[in-house]
């Protein structure tokens, strides 16, 4: 019985956010209303606020639905005879590129609203951080996978390694957000290059 009141969670969840992203896309991240996702689930407001507590839950949620990539893939590039900034810049593409579904303006939003309600108990930036600290785990994962292999020499220090990859993504991230006229091509050129250049002579 808990299975099943596990997969009706789980599908009424799916369709919470489904609805949420659909209005996030075409009103921004401002002008969504919890009212309005609930409608568009075809729930109850206070059905709503029993899976989220706010649209910032709601949204960190769709961002880490959109981000998740098939571990399989990962395997699978390490089978393959691509050099190790190959590997990590082709997984960083693929767990990034949800990023340029979403308008730039709604970005823009989303940050606003974590910066002007910057304390700990800000909804928005707990769940940037836990992806964060997600993401960093995963890739710290995947470079030590690459020096069990060989491909990395044992003296790599895949948790430095990892953190400097993520600081790379972040400004790039940034710099696509605010620049004017900044294309995602861009963005993947740029973390291409600079990610190339920290491997430069490392292994």
Known sequence: ????????KKQSEEKITSSARDIFLKKGYNNTTMDE???????GVGTLYNYFKSKAEIFISIMARESLINET??????????????????YILRSTSYIEAFDK????????A?????NPDNSIITGLVNMDFNFIQ??????????????LPQSFKSNEAAHAIYSIILTQIIMYIYTKGATFE??????????????????
């Open 37 to 43: 996702i609930a409608t568009k689930a075809d729930i």
């Open 114 to 118: 974590m910066l002007g309600n910057a």
């Open 1 to 8: 019985m808990s299975g099943l009141r596990e997969r009706k």
């Open 138 to 151: 995963k890739l710290e994962h995947l470079l030590n996978s690459l020096k069990e292999k060989g491909r």
């Open 105 to 112: 303006n709604l970005w823009i939003e989303l940050f606003a």
């Open 186 to 203: 861009v963005y993947r050129t740029n973390v291409k290059n600079q990610i190339s250049f920290l491997f430069e002579g490392k292994y």
């Open 73 to 90: 893939d990962n395997e699978a590039d390490l089978k393959l005879e691509k050099d190790p900034a190959t590997i990590i810049i082709d």
